[in-house]
């Protein structure tokens, strides 16, 4: 599994971006998916996964109502949009492959992590 996350950049403060994660190698379609990010000077932080088949997704408090997570397994590639962003969100975001077929909001429970896609919004 080689995870490439994509689709950062610099957005204003209520602006929306669409983060993708593709997979390059063996197929994820069995894994679940989750997203985090890290904020400089902070930890790690879940912010969404989804299951296997995109039938079970669930959402950090703080991004829930403006962050929806999907996926494509035809095209092994994950989603993240993101709408109504405020400078809270600034950070790094990376994708990563569960262990199991459901996500997790713990990361000890995925195998594989793409490299972070950076994510600043200004006020």
């Known amino acids: 599994v080689q995870l490439q996350a994509s689709g950062g950049g610099l957005v204003q403060t209520g602006g929306s971006l669409k983060l993708s994660c593709a997979n390059s190698r063996r197929t994820i379609s069995n894994n679940g998916m989750g997203w985090f990010r890290q904020a400089p000077g902070k930890e790690r932080e879940f912010v969404a996964h989804i299951s296997w088949n995109g039938g079970v997704t669930s959402y950090a408090g703080s991004v829930k109502g403006r962050f929806t997570i999907s996926r494509d397994n035809a095209k092994s590639t994950v989603y993240l949009q993101m709408n109504s962003l405020n400078p809270e969100d600034t950070a790094v975001y990376y994708c990563?492959?569960?262990?199991?077929?459901?996500?997790?909001?713990?990361?000890?429970?995925?195998?594989?992590w793409g490299q972070g896609t950076q994510v600043t919004v200004s006020s």
């Open positions: 990563a492959a569960a262990r199991s077929s459901y996500g997790s909001s713990d990361y000890t429970q995925y195998a594989y």
